[in-house]
């Protein structure tokens, strides 16, 4: 499949996971204008890193996928995109990446693995990208990577993803573990009134108050909702 953006296209072919509103809220809402080096963790198509790269042109975007087919269609799509000198896809297990790249990250963005339960699905492509067992990336292995590459000098240094409601609550203390603090949060609803299934988080090194909001996707006349349309407004058609 293929999706076109304002100042880009996605092909996500050989992705596992497909583009979708996740990724898309995601690389709307992180925190990364203000940043000099952004690290998309588990990259896939290259959605993220290049929403990131188009909100910030001065900052320098690292992409890392570990599923070899996945990294070369977000390197294609990085290649046929205006952002191709600010943008690197780097195919690799990111663990192995923060032990050896000897960089540090002002804002670092996953949209990551989050099914935890016992039964994977059948393709060993999807388990990996979407579950926390099987060889996927788990949470804990995620917030070790963010701990040793978050920028520990910028106090504005932020680390951001989208998680299932149910998971949030073991994420965010696992984070405090890790010296992460929430500092910001959007519980994302289809339409007002519904249960929250999706959660944007922001956290970073220092303590600060708690900024908690909701954003509804569909307004009562069935199109995109003012605030979802206005957060996404520089990249949906």
């Known amino acids: 499949m293929s999706f076109s953006f304002k100042?880009?296209?996605?092909?996500?072919?050989?992705?596992?996971?497909?583009?979708?509103?996740?990724?898309v809220l995601l690389g709307a809402w992180a925190n990364v204008c203000e940043a000099d080096r952004i690290l998309d963790v588990g990259c896939g198509s290259g959605l993220i890193a290049l929403m990131a790269a188009q909100r910030n042109r001065?900052?320098?975007?690292v992409g890392v996928e570990l599923d070899a087919a996945a990294a070369a269609d977000a390197l294609a799509n990085v290649q046929h995109s205006p952002f191709v000198a600010n943008v690197e896809i780097?195919?690799?297990?990111?663990?192995?990446?923060?032990?050896?790249?000897?960089l540090a990250f002002d804002s670092i963005l996953s949209n990551p693995p989050y099914h935890e339960e016992s039964l994977l699905p059948p393709a060993s492509q999807r388990a990996k990208?979407?579950?926390?067992?099987?060889?996927?990336?788990?949470?804990?292995?995620?917030?070790?990577?963010?701990?040793?590459?978050?920028?520990?000098?910028?106090?504005?240094?932020t680390f951001s993803a989208i998680l299932p409601m149910s998971a949030v609550a073991g994420f965010v203390a696992m984070a405090a573990v890790h010296g992460l603090q929430l500092t910001r949060r959007t519980d994302v609803v289809t339409r007002k009134g519904r249960p929250c299934k999706r959660v944007l988080l922001e956290f970073c090194r220092t303590p600060q108050s708690l900024v908690h909001t909701t954003l509804c996707l569909v307004g009562d006349d069935g199109a995109r909702a003012e605030a979802y349309a206005d957060l996404c407004k520089d990249f949906y058609l």
């Open 58 to 61: 001065a900052a320098r975007v």
């Open 90 to 102: 780097v195919c690799a297990d990111v663990l192995q990446y923060a032990a050896d790249c000897g």
């Open 129 to 157: 990208a979407r579950h926390t067992q099987g060889g996927g990336l788990t949470f804990a292995a995620l917030l070790r990577v963010v701990e040793h590459l978050l920028t520990p000098a910028n106090p504005k240094a």
């Open 7 to 23: 100042q880009f296209h996605i092909d996500d072919a050989h992705c596992a996971m497909k583009v979708g509103t996740d990724g």
